[in-house]
């Protein structure tokens, strides 16, 4: 749980500095607002639960808040010492730590049981499952304004949520599917 953290942390601080720079390309504008998108932290909490061997939720919610703390950590971390914010130093961004060190502790043990009970079969794994690509489409949509607008300011980032939605919905339909094998194999036993 702590190298996913140590990885999405670094990643976003590190896209964040290539977003930022004079010779910035769209393709790294892209990158930055996918590894800063709400629904990438929230599925590296679920991933971070799932990846915990037991059923028991409550080990998913110490590795989803580990996760996710250990990210925020790092990302104002390789910002201060190596991206976008060594002009500022640690002083200047301990405000935005704290809020979202606090955001980890609060987000952290749900997203990381959730990611717990994606191993399972049946309607709660459908819903468990659905968590983030829900959350996905509607940071896309509502969030973010997903529209025809988004494709004429800024056509790279219009297409990278595109695509966020599109796997979003793409990730539902697998999990209805996974819902539907276990109803038909609990049926047929």
């Keep these: 749980m702590i190298g996913l953290g140590l990885a999405l942390g670094s990643a976003a601080a590190a896209s964040d500095a290539a977003a930022g720079a004079l010779d910035q390309t769209p ?10 998108a709400g629904c990438v932290w929230a599925g590296a909490a679920v991933l971070a639960g799932w990846l915990v061997r037991g059923v028991r939720p409550s080990r998913g919610a110490l590795a989803g808040t580990a996760a996710l703390v ?8 390789y910002g201060v010492l190596l991206g976008d914010r060594t002009a500022n ?5 301990s405000a935005h730590v704290r809020l979202w060190a ?3 502790v609060a987000a952290g043990p749900p997203l990381g049981a959730i990611g717990t009970w994606c191993r399972a079969a049946g309607a709660r ?16 949509l509502v969030v973010r304004g997903l529209d025809v607008r988004t494709f004429e300011v800024d056509p ?3 297409w990278v949520q595109s695509a ?7 990730s539902i339909l697998a999990a209805m599917l996974c819902l539907w094998h276990s109803l038909v ?3 047929s036993t």
């Design 70 to 77: 250990v990210g925020v950590l790092t990302y104002y971390g």
């Design 156 to 158: 790279a980032l219009a």
């Design 125 to 140: 794994a459908f819903l468990a499952r659905s968590v983030v690509p829900v959350g996905a489409i509607t940071e896309m």
């Design 185 to 187: 194999a609990e049926r």
């Design 27 to 36: 393709l790294d504008r892209a990158t930055s607002m996918l590894l800063n």
């Design 102 to 104: 606090i955001a980890a």
């Design 89 to 93: 130093g640690a002083a200047a961004v």
């Design 164 to 170: 966020i939605v599109l796997v979003a919905a793409l």
